[in-house]
């Protein structure tokens, strides 16, 4: 068998045991995956391998290819968590089969990001396998929490492995483009607070929905100050939770929204969040009943990757002679671990880059091309041989 079709098998392979692992967040329950990884890497020559327990079903997993250490390490990362698949009566296949048909991967997490994680990994099996002459350690870290408040990064970006690195890899569905910037994802709670009454007499109560009706409006009418990004998408805002009372006959003293806002790196959150509080004070002024609480739920920053970093630079390079591809920096509405990532001191410049198509996250009936998925794995291991092998 040649080495191309034993990469293929072991990708494919890969992806569909992944996938047949429930990773579904919440709960998560991300350990055995992380555990099967672990047991795949010890079997296929990683020099290192350590799990970082989170929590009791919760955990991280490391893979170390170790060089020479003459240079800083290259990260490879990926998330082990996946979103709930909906209802199932819309899926062709089961979610978790990891079926494979017409060319295609199928599965919650074909995508976002099993495939993904599943190249990376195979990636280092025959970086190894090869001989590279690595100059620095290839590291692949997946994490847990990713969907949720990256919990995960968090601890990785804490650990040893972090530290001296010269470039962080993640996986997220680009569809082979090399994304260099998202957005940042500011996700507020906002409470109003009333009294109860008998709803036979609601002049004697303070109706708490009554109030939220009027600050959603002010955010409906919200307009961001920024400058734009060129390859972005501008800001957005959009309530998407609400809730509120108790009984029909009870006028509701309490209602809470919560709110998902998109950022640019040219914004700032902190002044967002006191922007949103000064327009509700307005409503505040004409109503002095009105009371209101403003809670972060999770504060993810936007990311932004100077294009002329030799990891951007090199992987353009890679792009054109492994791919045929003329890659260019891009932007991604959406948000990743990066966004943990660059709050931690030594940062490295941080690129997205993976096989499936972006619309294919969360998506129902989830899949990947086998064809690309392939063409990613080649593209990881050249990557790193540029970044870690002779100069």
């Known amino acids: 068998m040649s080495v191309r079709n034993s990469i293929k098998n072991d990708v494919i392979k890969l992806t569909v045991d992944l996938i047949r692992i429930n990773t579904v967040n919440p709960p998560g329950n991300e350990l055995e995956a992380a555990e099967f990884l672990a047991s795949w890497m010890e079997k296929n020559g990683f020099d290192e391998v350590e799990i970082q327990k989170i929590d ?6 490391i893979g170390v290819i170790k060089g020479s250490g003459e240079k800083p390490s290259l990260i490879f990362n990926g998330h082990l968590d996946v979103a709930p698949p909906g209802d199932l009566r819309h899926w062709k296949y089961d979610p978790f089969e990891g079926v494979i048909a017409d ?9 976002d990001m099993k495939s993904g994680l ?14 590279y ?38 996986a997220e569905p680009t569809g082979l483009r ?24 609601p002049h004697l109560g303070v109706n708490a929905i009554y109030h939220m009706t009027k600050i959603i409006e002010k955010l409906r009418e919200y307009r961001f100050k920024y400058s734009p990004v060129k390859i972005l998408p501008p800001p957005t805002l959009s309530v998407s939770v609400i809730q509120g009372g108790y009984r029909v006959n009870v006028v ?32 505040k002024k004409k109503d002095p009943t009105l009371k209101y609480k403003v809670s972060v739920i999770a504060d993810r920053k936007p990311v932004h990757t100077d294009p002329n970093s030799p990891l951007v630079q090199k992987a353009i390079k890679v792009g054109k002679e492994v791919l045929n591809m003329d890659l260019k920096p891009e932007g991604a509405p959406f948000f990743s671990d990066a966004a943990e990532f660059i709050k931690h001191p030594g940062c490295p410049p941080v690129i997205l880059f993976a096989a499936a198509d972006t619309e ?11 064809d690309a998925l392939e063409r990613s794995v080649m593209f990881y291991m050249a990557l790193a041989k540029e970044m870690l092998g002779e100069e």
């Open 252 to 283: 509701p003293d309490h209602c809470e929204i919560q709110v998902d806002i998109r950022t640019l790196p040219t914004q700032n959150h902190e002044e967002i969040i006191n922007d949103i509080a000064k327009n509700i004070d307005e409503l």
């Open 178 to 201: 090399l994304v260099t910037a998202h957005r940042g994802a500011l996700w507020l709670k906002i409470e109003t607070f009333g009294k109860t009454a008998h709803t036979s007499m």
């Open 133 to 170: 002459k690595l100059k620095g350690d290839l590291i692949v870290s997946a994490v847990a929490d990713e969907v949720h408040l990256s919990t995960g990064a968090r601890v990785f970006a804490e650990s040893k492995w972090f530290k001296n690195s010269c470039g962080i890899v993640i």
């Open 103 to 111: 060319g295609k991967i199928y599965g919650r997490g074909a995508a």
């Open 360 to 370: 294919q996250s969360h998506a129902i009936n989830e899949h990947v091309e086998i």
């Open 118 to 131: 599943a190249a990376l990994t195979v990636a280092a099996k025959y970086v190894k396998k090869h001989e």
């Open 56 to 61: 009791k079903n919760r955990g991280n997993i």
